[in-house]
């Protein structure tokens, strides 16, 4: 399994952008790399996932490169309301064979 | 709209005692699975299963157990409940081969006394 190294946590401010950066040196070629937001008390939701380059959707764009060793997600703009958990994930596509990051604390001030 | 629920939300239990923690899903998923998440940790994989009668072992699997009869459905028991396994736990489905995209539950929070 893919063992993943994300920094404890990291302060902003709103409407910067911000970039949090995933180790996984011992990726496997048929590893994803997905994006999880946890606030407290509730589950995990989905952010972005991707396998390789670069991936944008709505609210959030993943960078990943040639090597594939890493990952950053990137936030544009954040906001008070995107205080939370990030978490990267690093798995199979069944997901019964991945890892998940111990989580990013981000804390975004006014 | 389809959902993952799980029940009950928190329950107090005693060591010792056995305990199950259901969770059911109407998305149709075949992928099914456990988590805990303990303060200052992530998410660690007790179970998981890929379809009806199937069930796998993860990193913590010891004190748990999953059985899997139908699709919707995937409860969690503990055997004999210590008070390690105190924790918050999440069950998780996925479709068959959507690489990695899970749908969580609100979690469970367990205290074992």
């Known amino acids: 399994l893919a063992k993943t190294t994300q920094p404890i946590s990291m302060d902003s401010y709103e409407g910067q952008e911000v970039n949090i950066t995933c180790s996984h040196n011992?990726?496997?070629?048929?590893?994803?790399i997905t994006w999880y937001q946890q606030f407290p008390s509730q589950g995990p939701r989905f952010i972005i996932q991707?396998?390789?380059t670069k991936v944008t959707n709505e609210v959030a764009s993943l960078f990943i490169p040639a090597d594939r060793k890493s990952s950053t997600l990137s936030l544009p703009r954040v906001s008070l309301s995107d205080t939370a958990v990030y978490y990267c994930?690093?798995?199979?596509?069944?997901?019964?064979?991945?890892?998940f990051g111990d989580g990013t604390t981000l804390t975004v001030k006014p | 709209d389809a959902e993952i629920t799980q029940s009950p939300r928190h329950k107090i239990t005693e060591t010792g005692r056995q305990v199950t923690l259901a969770c059911h899903q109407t998305?149709?998923?075949?992928?099914m699975f456990w988590y805990r998440q303990d303060l200052g940790h992530g998410l660690r994989l007790i179970h998981y299963?890929?379809?009806?009668?199937?069930?796998n072992k993860g990193e913590v699997s010891d004190g748990y157990s999953v059985s899997r009869s139908n699709t919707e459905d995937l409860p969690l028991t503990l055997e004999s409940a210590a008070s390690s396994q105190t924790s918050v736990y999440f069950c998780?489905?996925?479709?068959?081969?959507?690489?990695?995209?899970?749908?969580f539950g609100e979690g469970s929070r367990l205290t074992v006394l």
């Open positions: 998780a489905s996925s479709e068959h081969n959507r690489a990695g995209e899970l749908f």
């Open positions: 011992n990726i496997a070629t048929n590893d994803y």
């Open positions: 991707g396998y390789k």
């Open positions: 994930l690093v798995g199979d596509t069944n997901a019964g064979k991945s890892t």
């Open positions: 998305w149709n998923h075949n992928n």
């Open positions: 299963s890929y379809g009806v009668h199937d069930t």
